[in-house]
């Protein structure tokens, strides 16, 4: 089957703990963003997403913090889970137009 | 199931072949995107459906790859002379209204093989 993210940079985490992913957009102007994830033989779910007139949403057991001066954007999971481990992608909406701009990728790991 | 169905799943063909891959979106979804995906890559834009209408097709790469969604539902992809570089997983996606900053559902996608 698929397999997503063989080389992508990893982020190993006890189950339990927090985590942070971290994703860095291209174009300041950018106004919308979302969060994705992404398993195994699956097409990206999404999560949560925030609009550039925010600096941080929540939701369950996640949050998306939006620094707009140095184009970042993270995502925390809170307790993380086995059923977490995936690979995120963050993605940009950028004005005039309908397509989303995908950032690269994090694997998540939650080592037990 | 209620999610963005794409068939077939796999898809192996001969470099020079004609390939057509399919998505049916959500019902009542009004826009449609076509992403491809290489692997250990996030998502890369294709082209953009609002119903019918093709609004955005500047990612598809070159005159060999097309898209329709005549009746504003289904929406096929077709890719001419197929060659290995074309190779990827071909993902569609649907979003409720056709407007901007929507979130996507995304089909499990056509992995596509050009031997």
């Not at chain 1, 189950?15 to 195994?40: L, P, R």
Request: aromatic share 10%.
């Amino acid at each position: 089957g698929e397999s997503v993210g063989l080389h992508l940079p990893t982020l190993s985490v006890q189950e339990g703990d927090n985590s942070i992913i971290n994703c860095a957009y291209s174009n300041s102007a950018s106004d919308y963003f979302i969060w994705y994830k992404q398993e195994s033989g699956k097409g990206p779910q999404f999560i949560i997403d925030i609009r550039s007139n925010m600096d941080k949403r929540q939701g369950q057991r996640v949050t998306v913090l939006l620094n707009k001066t140095v184009k970042h954007l993270s995502l925390q999971i809170a307790a993380t889970q086995p059923g977490d481990s995936a690979v995120y992608f963050c993605a940009e909406n950028r004005p005039g137009t309908y397509k989303y701009i995908f950032g690269t990728g994090t694997r998540l790991k939650v080592l037990a | 199931g209620a999610g963005v169905s794409q068939s077939p799943r796999y898809k192996v063909t001969k470099r020079g072949q004609d390939v057509a891959l399919r998505c049916d979106p959500i019902s009542g979804h009004v826009s449609l995107y076509w992403y491809r995906q290489a692997l250990g890559q996030g998502p890369e834009f294709l082209t953009y459906f609002n119903y019918e209408a093709q609004q955005d097709k500047s990612g598809l790469p070159n005159d060999r790859f097309s898209a329709e969604r005549p009746e504003g539902s289904i929406s096929t992809l077709t890719i001419q002379r197929t060659e290995q570089r074309d190779s990827a997983m071909y993902r569609c996606a649907s979003s409720p209204k056709g407007g901007r900053n929507e979130k996507l559902f995304f089909g499990s996608g056509t992995q596509l093989s050009v031997l």
